[in-house]
């Protein structure tokens, strides 16, 4: 009996792994023209920092956690998601001590025990970034116009702004409260998770995708009435900045995200296109999260994409890479040579494939055509006599004679 994966942990193969290679490489581009800088944390973190940071009422906390105690009894957990792992190292690091404003950004794999489906699997893949020290609402307005500038880059439009603010511990508590009392007045119509939760976290009945609590928060009173005057300034502001730089956005009052550290502004890029799992980024401003986990008082703000699902947005696109040139070689003494040219080529920085099992020159053109390469270069007893070859341009079909000379050969493909 063969061994099969994991349900869950999905396999990444070539010609699916190139896409995520350009979707990285953009990443770093575009985050680093915003003056970010990458971060790379552990993946096996102390449980204790996400209990902390995401919330003991929260489902990722209650349910969809890989958590284990070690040989060493300590209680340790499969990182759920990335922020917390990032603000972990900021303080541990004293980071802040050079300097409290941080922009880093991440890349990784992180780990929820939920039902596997198309775009969201149980070991899942997010980038994402963070800014530390800067409570000023153009900091929120340059993270959002960053993320839509990423998604405009990959040549992604369906993807729209939504924004929100969630208040304050001054004001969300009176906001908690009505809310609290809206939902026990229709509690019937509540799932049993968001029954269960009523007391401690009832801002997720808004955003259950369960029909019942759907009907059941249908005139639900928005967060936005009950900011207090400097949060309406600051969601105020961080309008009017995306305004002034051209990023689009709409407001959803029903968002509430499912991390208990977020404050004030909290965003999420939707989409029509992947089903049920609209959101393909997420985030928001964590004012007081790192005094919670024991570093000084900073503000901070970030966001994370999932980046199957950026991937499957990109479904259409084919980012496997050509090689510059294929080599057809027929008889032993040609694959010599063929061999000795390929590997010239490559280390003057070409690409190069050739077949290692001297089949037909018609069986070689075919598998030049499966490669999709630029050239073929044909190479045979006659051609090596000659010192020169065909060199086909697969593109166009055209077909000239060149020298058996790497440097030649080089700057026919740059050409």
Not at 45 to 65: A, H, N, P, W, Y
Not at 192 to 201: E, K, P, V
Not at 355 to 376: C, I, P, V
Request: glycine share 8%; aromatic share 8%.
């Amino acid at each position: 009996m063969s061994i099969t994966g994991i349900k869950g942990f999905n396999d990444i193969l070539p010609g699916e792994v190139e896409k995520w290679q350009h979707i990285e490489a953009a990443a770093r581009r575009i985050f680093g023209l915003y003056g970010f800088s990458e971060i790379r944390v552990p993946i096996l973190e102390k449980t204790e920092l996400f209990c902390r940071s995401i919330g003991d009422s929260t489902d990722i906390v209650e349910k969809e956690m890989y958590s284990f105690v070690d040989k060493g009894e300590n209680k340790v957990t499969m990182r759920p998601e990335g922020t917390a792992s990032i603000m972990r190292a900021f303080i541990e690091h004293k980071l802040y001590v050079a300097d409290p404003v941080a922009k880093l950004y991440y890349m990784g794999p992180m780990f929820r025990y939920e039902r596997p489906q198309k775009g969201r699997y149980r070991q899942f893949h997010q980038i994402g970034a963070e800014v530390t020290g800067i409570a000023d609402p153009k900091v929120d307005a340059q993270v959002l116009t960053m993320l839509c500038h990423f998604f405009a880059e990959l040549g992604l439009t369906e993807p729209h702004l939504q924004i929100n603010s969630l208040g304050c511990p001054e004001c969300r508590p009176k906001y908690r409260q009505v809310l609290k009392d809206f939902l026990k007045s229709r509690i019937g119509k509540l799932c049993d998770d968001c029954r269960r939760r009523i007391d401690t976290n009832p801002l997720r009945a808004l955003d259950c995708k369960a029909a019942g609590c759907k009907e059941a928060t249908e005139g639900a009173p928005s967060v936005l009435d009950y900011l207090c005057h400097d949060c309406n300034d600051h969601f105020a502001k961080t309008r009017c900045h995306l305004e002034s730089v051209g990023t689009s956005y709409s407001i959803n009052t029903r968002m509430v995200r499912g991390l208990d550290y977020y404050t004030r502004t909290t965003f999420e890029l939707v989409t029509g296109l992947l089903g049920s799992q609209s959101a393909v980024a997420a985030g928001g401003r964590y004012d007081g999260l790192i005094s919670d986990l024991g570093g000084p008082s900073l503000p901070g703000i970030g966001f994370a994409m999932g980046v199957e699902r950026v991937a499957l947005l990109l479904a259409e696109k084919d980012f496997r890479k050509r090689p510059d040139f294929f080599i057809a070689a027929l008889g032993e003494t040609a694959q010599e040579e063929a061999f000795r040219l390929m590997s010239g080529l490559q280390q003057k920085g070409c690409s190069v494939e050739m077949d290692f099992a001297g089949k037909s020159l018609k069986s070689q053109m075919r598998r030049a055509d499966k490669f999709n390469a630029h050239f073929t270069l044909i190479l045979g007893e006659d051609e090596l006599v000659k010192g020169t070859a065909a060199l086909k341009n697969m593109d166009s079909g055209t077909q000239t004679d060149v020298r058996l000379n790497v440097d030649v050969l080089c700057k026919a493909v740059a050409s």
